[in-house]
T-cell receptor
Framework: KAGVTQTPRYLIKTRGQQVTLSCSPI?????VSWYQQTPGQGLQFLFE???????NKGNFPGRFSGRQFSNSRSEMNVSTLELGDSALYLC???????????FGPGTRLTVL | AQKVTQAQTEISVVEKEDVTLDCVYE???????LFWYKQPPSGELVFLIR??????QNEISGRYSWNFQKSTSSFNFTITASQVVDSAVYFC?????????????FGQGTTLQVKP
């Protein structure tokens, strides 16, 4: 079974721009969660989607948004990028909300 | 409040030594799940083990073993006869059954360096 895939793997953007990251979950997994990893704050939960509905959201500003499609693929969008948004963004999928989450390789975003 | 604490920031051992990574958690839920993940330099988080709050049976899997103690809210992880390939950052994580769907709460991670 193919694992979680994330595209692109690397991104360089400038302040004020927006960015869209994509995540394809493991086949059959309907829950997709997103995390931000930075050296200072560690791994922090962004949001979780299940059957195209956002069910949970972490403590991030409204510039961070996401969506999930009918095939369970998910995208997250960050608008008006700030330097502090530079991070590794990890996507994870699971069959259900309390099931084990399996992670993708991440997208490393650099904001200049 | 939910919290995971990994007090060890970095551990350095010589190959073949045993090493234990500590994890202490806080939660008000009676049903919760605990995980260990490994993050090698490539960046991908690799799932190692999951335990639910009703299963305190400790387990050994090859060179890995886990010690879950509800009385002390600890979920420690031991690597026996460490190898250079074990070098990575190890994360302990907590998931609660109620109210926090799809959310893992991570500790700050422990960087393990295994020297040849």
């Amino acid at each position: 079974k193919a694992g979680v895939t994330q595209t692109p793997r690397y991104l360089i953007k400038t302040r004020g721009q927006q960015v869209t990251l994509s995540c394809s979950p493991i086949s059959g997994h309907r829950s997709v969660s997103w995390y931000q990893q930075t050296p200072g704050q560690g791994l922090q939960f962004l949001f979780e989607y299940f059957s195209e509905t956002q069910r949970n959201k972490g403590n991030f500003p409204g510039r961070f948004s996401g969506r999930q499609f009918s095939n369970s693929r998910s995208e997250m969008n960050v608008s008006t990028l700030e330097l502090g948004d530079s991070a590794l963004y990890l996507c994870a999928s699971s069959r259900a909300d309390t099931d084990t989450q399996y992670f993708g390789p991440g997208t490393r975003l650099t904001v200049l | 409040a939910q919290k995971v604490t990994q007090a060890q920031t970095e551990i350095s051992v010589v190959e073949k030594e045993d090493v234990t990574l500590d994890c202490v958690y806080e939660t008000r839920d009676t049903t919760y799940y605990l995980f260990w993940y490994k993050q090698p330099p490539s960046g991908e988080l690799v799932f190692l083990i999951r335990r639910n709050s009703f299963d305190e049976q400790n387990e050994i899997s090859g060179r890995y073993s886990w010690n879950f103690q509800k009385s002390t809210s600890s979920f420690n992880f031991t690597i026996t006869a460490s190898q250079v390939v074990d070098s990575a950052v190890y994360f302990c994580a907590l998931s609660e059954a109620s109210g926090n769907t799809g959310k893992l709460i991570f500790g700050q991670g422990t960087t393990l360096q295994v020297k040849p």
